[in-house]
């Protein structure tokens, strides 16, 4: 399961974040080697600084085209996931600038850089459920529907999106010069570690663990909510493809789950509650007052019928694994990283 990462030299951008963090414990755990490119944590705690994986970090901002081509040159990595972003559609609407130039022109940086690595073969772009026009309705999006964003981070990754499609096209698809590359679009990914601001699950811990209320400010909002595990699963199984030489993957995914397992922000809070019985919250109106999208859903039957990847853990599950990991921090001040990988990809070898 997953062999080919075992001893492969791989580049993360934004290792040192949520998602990146946990995507380096896991390439740890399949016997990878790993070189980070990052801003240092921009959270007190992170995932990073309590379980450290990375084998070379280098703590620097994508903007620094010099330094980031240097990294990437002395890692000679075959693969590169590239996570780096301005990851917040409030902070876009605050920075909208800042946004474009992480997310837009980092990215532009990063595939420059990578044409000037010979030793890379495959490259996995992370954008977001949010690069699809929404037109808040209950259908769940699919990979061919029409990009957009209402607010600075949609648009913005929907902007990687075309730029991502467009080097592809202009630069990495002649025979002298072959990269496999490929998007993957996920969001309201969870799981223990991320202490972000204005995301609903480090939201209500970072409240409980100080004995207040958490603030909810869209209950009715409709999300798919998966667990960070079962989400870099699927980008490590479409990194595989690639690595080998596949073409048919080098192209745009969705990694969601089931439609029918989609949740509410209200139900997130009620299965939290469940499993963490000092979580209390309140609601109310933001005084700002930015647009949110109501209703967002992801089609990923083309993912599971193609790339043969599907949820290991439902809504409920992945809830109660992230409030368990919280617990064991915040009350033993245990990590459960290891723990739950393991757990994780057992359930994923018994069930394939």
Not at 80 to 109: C, E, I, W
Not at 328 to 339: E, P, S, V
């Amino acid at each position: 399961m997953l062999e080919i990462y075992k001893g492969k030299k791989i580049f993360i951008t934004g290792h040192t974040g949520f998602k990146g963090s946990w995507l380096g414990a896991v390439l740890k755990h399949l016997g990878a080697e790993y070189s980070g490119f990052a801003l240092a944590p921009n959270t007190q705690p992170a995932h990073y600084e309590v379980f450290p994986t990375c084998n070379h970090s280098v703590i620097g901002d994508l903007a620094d085209f010099p330094l980031l081509l240097q990294s990437l040159q002395e890692s000679q990595p075959e693969i590169v996931f590239h996570l780096a972003a301005q990851p917040l559609v409030r902070d876009s609407y605050k920075n909208p600038v800042y946004t474009y130039q992480t997310n837009v022109m980092g990215t532009l940086n990063l595939l420059e850089a990578i044409k000037n690595t010979p030793s890379v073969k495959a490259v996995v772009i992370i954008t977001t459920d949010k690069v699809y026009e929404n037109k808040e309705w209950e259908y769940p999006y699919r990979e061919t529907d029409e990009l957009g964003g209402y607010d600075m981070y949609s648009s913005s990754k929907a902007c990687t999106e075309i730029l991502t499609n467009s080097y592809k096209r202009s630069f990495f698809s002649q025979n002298d010069r072959k990269i496999y590359m490929a998007t993957a679009r996920a969001g309201n990914v969870i799981g223990g570690g991320d202490w972000s601001t204005d995301r609903l699950i480090p939201d209500i811990v970072r409240a409980t663990a100080g004995g207040t209320p958490v603030f909810i400010r869209n209950p009715k909002s409709i999300r798919p909510w998966q667990h960070v595990l079962d989400c870099l699963y699927g980008y490590l199984l479409l990194g595989e493809k690639l690595l080998e030489g596949n073409e048919k993957f080098a192209a745009a995914w969705n990694f969601a789950p089931h439609t029918a397992d989609t949740r509410t922000v209200a139900e997130v809070v009620e299965f939290a509650q469940k499993n963490w019985n000092e979580i209390s919250v309140t609601l109310g109106q933001v005084p700002d007052n930015y647009h949110e999208a109501g209703v967002l859903k992801l089609d990923n039957s083309r993912t599971m019928s193609e790339l043969k990847w599907k949820p290991v853990w439902d809504t409920e599950s992945a809830i109660e694994k992230t409030i368990e990991w919280y617990k064991a921090f915040y009350i033993n001040n245990k990590i459960l990283t290891d723990i739950q990988i393991a757990g994780y990809l057992e359930k994923k070898a018994n069930n394939s």
